[in-house]
């Protein structure tokens, strides 16, 4: 059975920070891109950062850039993703992606493009 299980969340002050963690089994840690991406009320689910195997390719949104960071340990079939300095608007439910990407492709950004996700988890920031 294939899962990814994520962890982490909470709620934190601005500035403060967290560690998501996202837990995989079964085919989902055999995709080679692990991504995170965020939804908060009324708004689309939006990339937040890409992970490709090795760790060759890292890609964020423009507006994590700097504060956050996606690392993998394929040892634990687990992505994290650090974030800090951590803003009212980074508040939403994160979620963890696993798919089969070609390494080049734009395809990183597109939800629609993964195949496995996790259940979310809430992350809330208060100003």
């Known amino acids: 059975q294939v899962q990814l299980i994520e962890s982490g969340g909470g709620l934190v002050q601005a500035g403060g920070s967290l560690r998501l963690s996202c837990a995989a089994s079964?085919?989902?840690?055999?995709?080679?891109?692990m991504g995170w991406f965020r939804q908060a009320p009324g708004k689309e689910r939006e990339f937040v950062a890409a992970?490709?195997?090795?760790?060759?390719?890292?890609d964020y949104a423009d507006s994590v850039k700097g504060r956050f960071t996606i690392s993998r340990d394929n040892t634990k079939n687990t992505v994290y993703l650090q974030m800090n300095t951590l803003k009212p608007e980074d508040t939403a439910v994160y979620y963890c992606?696993?798919?089969?990407?070609?390494?080049?492709?734009?395809?990183?950004?597109?939800?629609?493009?993964?195949?496995?996700w996790g259940q979310g988890t809430q992350v809330t920031v208060s100003s």
């Open positions: 992606s696993a798919g089969t990407l070609k390494y080049y492709s734009t395809s990183y950004y597109y939800p629609n493009k993964y195949t496995y």
């Open positions: 992970i490709s195997w090795n760790g060759g390719r890292i």
């Open positions: 079964g085919r989902a840690y055999s995709m080679n891109v």
